[in-house]
């Protein structure tokens, strides 16, 4: 199972990309709203999650995403259960997407050191400041780590993490299917 988490202020098209390209994989995904079951996104767009924070288990949790945007950074980061997921993943190896400014979460946490991985061009000092190696690539993935730079590539995103959850080959045929250059 994944859960994408939704803080007021997310950004939309980085959470719903991973969500569309996840759930055509076949991957159990769910939208998890952390301030609240209807979250606003930066744009202003309501989005009812699927569960809300106090909801969630980690019996099953293969992934976390963290979508960028802002406010919606700062608010993942200010919450404990966030936190709390984030540390479970990490602990057992399951896989954690961070995109545009949310790489900043986990540098901040030093779970970049010496790896590899980009964020949001203003967001990229906090990965090197947390350790991190930045990556000239617009979507990387090292280990459990994948990172992306911003809502532009929201799709390719997607499509790596079904590529980690699934198979290249499944990422391959989504990638195909959908028609993504």
């Known amino acids: 199972m994944v859960y994408v988490l939704l803080a007021e202020g997310f950004e939309l098209v980085e959470a719903m990309a991973p969500v569309d390209i996840l759930r055509r994989a076949k991957v159990e995904v769910?939208?998890?709203?952390?301030?609240?079951?209807?979250?606003?996104?930066?744009?202003?767009?309501?989005?009812?999650?699927?569960?809300e924070i106090a909801g969630a288990v980690t019996e099953g949790l293969d992934c976390v995403v963290l979508p960028g945007g802002l406010p919606g950074t700062i608010n993942l980061e200010k919450s404990g259960e966030v936190q709390g997921l984030i540390d479970f993943c990490q602990?057992?190896?399951?896989?954690?997407?961070?995109i545009c400014a949310a790489p900043s979460i986990l540098a901040h946490k030093g779970l970049l050191n010496g790896r590899e991985a980009t964020a949001f061009p203003s967001f990229q000092k906090d990965v090197e400041e947390g350790g991190?190696?930045?990556?000239?690539?617009?979507?990387?993935?090292?280990?459990?780590?994948?990172?992306?730079?911003?809502?532009g590539v929201s799709t390719s995103f997607g499509l790596e993490l079904a590529a980690a959850l699934t198979s290249p080959e499944t990422a391959a045929g989504i990638k195909t299917g959908i028609q993504f250059a």
């Open 132 to 151: 991190g190696r930045l990556s000239e690539k617009f979507v990387c993935r090292d280990g459990q780590f994948i990172t992306a730079r911003g809502m």
């Open 91 to 98: 602990r057992e190896g399951k896989l954690i997407g961070a």
């Open 30 to 51: 769910r939208t998890v709203g952390v301030t609240g079951k209807t979250v606003k996104a930066s744009n202003g767009v309501p989005v009812t999650a699927d569960i």
